[in-house]
């Protein structure tokens, strides 16, 4: 039954159209199919060619990494940042900047800070007196805060030294501007003061950013004398600047930690200026301290 029923159908439509009909149907079709997909595919060649679609991909994935942003929160900042770095040291823990302020910023503190230079001073242990300590830091300085500066430069650098160290600007001194001319240093010692030799203190130094405003022909070197613990000889002497030497270059960062996390103060940490030798040395410093600076 079934197979009479099919082979009367298409008995039915071959004897109504005739075949030389279906074909010239089947063939119409087939044309307007080839030519629309011909249209369809030529239009997106024509847009993307496959070079410029491979290469526009490559673009928004570097766009993507390069701002590859989270969400944030209110404190938080809505782009990626790139600030270089390489650590110098574990022992103690030192990190280099490099052009970490622009040569203009540079120049614009020390034309800033010239006009108001003061004989550098010292923190004194028990029973030192400044005459008997003469000699042992040889610079010039003075301190300005980022507030204080209308340039707005210094508010920039304080910012990015926030930034750096993940410590909030109100733990920061203000920074102290230092020019040493030839023949000046500054005796290896710790940033951080040991309760031991200077008496209980209200707050400590944890870190010292020190900004380098000028290039130095000869000498001048940042020294860290015990870094990483190996040759730790207290009669140490400091005119032979050995160690860990960082050259000053204009514009660069150094960051180094004084304090262990659990608070104690890293002995590696000592350090010092050696004397410039030719030409001139003119550094921002900026101590970050454990407490915020109305404590202290
Ligand atoms: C990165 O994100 C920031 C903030 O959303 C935006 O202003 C900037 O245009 C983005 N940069 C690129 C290269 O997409
Ligand atoms: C503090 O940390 C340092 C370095 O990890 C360690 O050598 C020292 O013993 C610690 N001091 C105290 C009191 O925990």
Redesign the pocket.
Known sequence: MMKGNKGRHHHYWSKKLGLPVVLLFCSFFFLVGFLISGFISQDISHVRPRPRLLKSIEEERERERENNSLSHGNTGESSVSLIPFQVLSWKPRALYFPSFATSEQCESIINMAKVQLKPSTLALRKGETVESTQGVRTSSGMFISASEDKTGILDLIEQKIAKVTMIPRNHGEAFNVLRYEIGQRYQSHYDALDPEEYGPQKSQRVASFLLYLSDVEEGGETVFPFENGEYMDWNYDFKKCIGLKVKPRKGDGLLFYSL???G?V?QLSLHGSCPVIKGEKWVATKWIRDRENEFY
């Open positions: 262990f996390p659990n104690t890293d």
